[in-house]
């Protein structure tokens, strides 16, 4: 089995969230961001994750995670998902975008090693979010109003002990915020994620591996 994906993708770290956590041996392949040919050849569509086994490939994270969910051991995420957790990640979505996409083209994350794969990126999404100069320059009034919404969502958070669906969902979210400085997570909040972290390996963006001088320069 096999899992196309990008390591700064929360879509993509729902599905090795639930491939981690259901234990099931999966190799990792990480794409470049400009490599438009691999996804169009893979599944007709420049999107990721994607997933193949016996059966073929699959795309859209949601579904790729039902089919897995089914493969091994008990079922994890076929419970309904909370509406305080799906409440919670729409209403606070579209402030942690606007402080994720200017700063997330990072070389330190293998789709974002060339700058080739950094300019694609910027181009898509300062199209549809607006630039990235403008985003940033409203990071004070969004650094303020996300703290207000990350304390809100403490009593919410669900029990990382008992792997569920809101725990894809909401995982991957807060792990995107990584690469957003002067941003602090409150206690509860970060103990959750360090407990999701060690139950699957998974690693925190701000302990990626450092650049080599030449992808520096690049």
């Avoid at 007709?44 to 897995?68: A, C, F, N, T, V």
């Avoid at 699957?200 to 030449?214: H, N, Q, R, V, Y």
């Amino acid at each position: 089995m096999r899992l196309y994906l990008y390591d700064h993708c929360p879509y993509c770290i729902r599905v090795l969230l639930g491939a981690r956590l259901k234990a099931l041996p999966v190799e990792l392949i990480y794409l470049t961001y400009d490599d438009a040919a691999t996804p169009l050849r893979l599944i007709g569509r420049k999107m990721l994750p994607i997933w193949q086994d016996d059966e073929g490939y699959m795309g859209e994270s949601l579904d790729i995670l039902h089919k897995i969910d089914r493969m091994q051991g008990a079922r994890l995420f076929d419970g309904p998902e909370s509406p305080a957790i799906t409440g919670w990640i729409t209403v606070w979505k579209p402030v942690i975008w606007d402080l994720v996409l200017p700063r997330v083209a990072d070389p330190r994350f293998s789709e974002f090693r060339s700058a080739q794969a950094r300019a694609a990126f910027t181009a898509v999404k300062e199209q549809r979010h607006g630039s990235f100069p403008a985003l940033r320059a409203g990071t004070d009034r969004l650094l303020a109003e996300l703290a207000e919404g990350l304390v809100a969502l403490e009593p919410l958070l669900p029990d990382p002990a008992r792997a569920g669906l809101d725990d894809i969902l909401l995982f991957p979210v807060l792990r995107s915020l990584a690469v957003v400085e002067g941003l602090s997570l409150p206690p509860r909040v970060s103990a959750y994620c360090a407990e999701i972290l060690h139950r699957s390996g998974i690693i925190w963006p701000g302990a990626l591996p450092p650049l080599t001088p030449a992808e520096a320069r690049s």
